[in-house]
């Protein structure tokens, strides 16, 4: 459910950048997972659990890549030249702005490779904002000048390391 909250000043072209109230404008409903279970249709362990049901606890240790042999280290590259080499399964990305895409009625998505698609996600959480009439909102990034820098970084980082695990 999305907030009816008004927006602050800080943020005085609502209505108009692409990325608000994304992906609601192309879809009027979601999953909402249970249990354990997470992702765009609830079939993925949440952080830190594993197995069938997703019952299973799981915790991992992130190795200091100072720390790695040459072998993990050689196997780190390889899986991420594996993700540059293939196309996700499960997201597309837009190709299009919200005003190109005539409001959802003439939607604009292409493929992406996996490494791609993440390079993608930080740099559209943190662009310049396309505003009405052709112009640019450059003074904005939402990803760095932000209270939920610290959250939205640690989520970024543990959906990636779950994509080339």
Not at 15 to 22: Q, Y
Not at 60 to 67: D, N, S
Not at 143 to 155: G, K, M, V
């Amino acid at each position: 459910v999305l907030s009816t909250s008004p927006l602050g000043p800080n943020f005085p072209f609502s209505g108009i950048d692409d990325r608000e109230n994304w992906p609601t404008v192309f879809y009027n409903r979601t999953c909402q997972c249970q249990g354990n279970f997470m992702g765009f249709n609830c079939g993925d362990c949440k952080f830190g659990f594993t197995g069938a049901n997703c019952t299973v606890r799981r915790r991992l240790i992130r190795k200091e890549i100072f720390r790695m042999t040459t072998a993990e280290k050689d196997k780190f590259i390889a899986y991420l030249n594996l993700a540059k080499r293939t196309i996700s399964p499960d997201y597309v990305i837009a190709t299009g702005t919200y005003e190109q895409m005539n409001n959802g009625s003439n939607p604009l998505f292409a493929d992406i490779n996996v490494y791609d698609l993440f390079v993608w996600l930080h740099y559209y959480s943190s662009r310049d904002a396309f505003i009405e009439g052709g112009q640019v909102w450059t003074d904005i990034d939402f990803a760095h000048e932000a209270p939920a820098f610290a959250p939205w970084h640690r989520y970024f980082l543990l959906r990636w390391e779950c994509e080339i695990q």
